[in-house]
């Protein structure tokens, strides 16, 4: 009886720690995060908490997929919320009885095999290595964050998005219309209402060594030949066997 009762306040303290935007769950917390930015993910005194440890390095732009949806009551309960953490935070001018609300938008990184190369690429080693000498770091995925109308507007105006590290340690949204980049935005922290993290999925290369095979939301599980912790008494067993 006892641990049900643990299991259920467990539930019960994670599900009042996130919501759900386009019926994706995300977490809320006073932590800063990017997207793109790996390191720690839990759970602390009832709150969520990512710890930031590494930025790859990106040489290539990675597609982001942009989404505008309506802000709402609860969203906007969670937000001020925020606030009692980060005095610095965007103030949102929300009145539920206004026919127009202001909106959210979500950025999530669509091309995960583009930043999985990345991440594998030799300019990345350090990183790599972080990944696979802890095995416990997470990655976040996707942002739900509250823009000024003339940036919206500005993602209105295009057809496709990327995820761009032009400066050292730091990423941008480039805006793109019929192939070309109109514009760009920068995600200031101040204005982040949630997140989504996902998990590490690895594969043993033909050279012995560890890369990362796939990245999948963390409470998904690793598919196919990919394994989400690297087991190396498993294949040192079969190298003898060999």
């Known amino acids: 009886m006892l641990k049900k009762t643990v299991v259920l306040i467990v539930l019960i303290c994670c599900a009042c720690q996130t919501t759900k935007i386009k019926n994706d769950d995300y977490k809320f917390s006073s932590s800063v995060v990017e997207l793109g930015s790996i390191g720690t993910s839990k759970l602390s005194y009832h709150l969520n908490v990512f710890e930031p440890k590494a930025l790859p390095k990106l ?4 597609r982001v997929e942009i989404g505008v949806v309506p802000y709402n009551k609860k969203l906007n309960k969670i937000y001020v919320s925020k606030a009692k953490y980060n005095q610095n935070q965007t103030k ?5 009885s206004l026919p127009v609300k202001p ?20 300019y990345n080693a350090n990183i790599l290595k972080l990944l696979t000498d802890t095995q416990k770091l997470k990655i976040i995925s996707s942002l739900a964050v509250s ?63 560890w890369n990362v095979a796939d990245i999948v939301n963390e409470n998904n599980k690793c598919s ?17 066997d060999m």
């Open 59 to 62: 040489e290539n732009n990675i």
């Open 92 to 96: 949102v001018a929300f009145i539920d």
């Open 103 to 122: 909106e959210l938008v979500t950025i999530k990184i669509l091309d995960i095999a583009g930043l999985v190369q990345e991440i594998n690429a030799d």
């Open 147 to 209: 823009l000024p109308v003339d940036e919206i507007a500005k993602i209105r105006q295009s057809d496709a998005f990327y995820l761009t590290n032009n400066q050292y340690k730091k990423y941008t949204i480039s805006l793109y219309k019929s192939g070309k980049k109109i514009d760009s935005i920068d995600i200031n922290p101040e204005t982040i209402v949630a997140y989504q993290v996902s998990s590490f999925c690895w594969v043993k290369s033909s050279k012995g060594s």
């Open 224 to 240: 196919g030949i990919t394994t989400q912790k690297i087991n190396e008494k498993k294949n040192t067993k079969d190298l003898f």
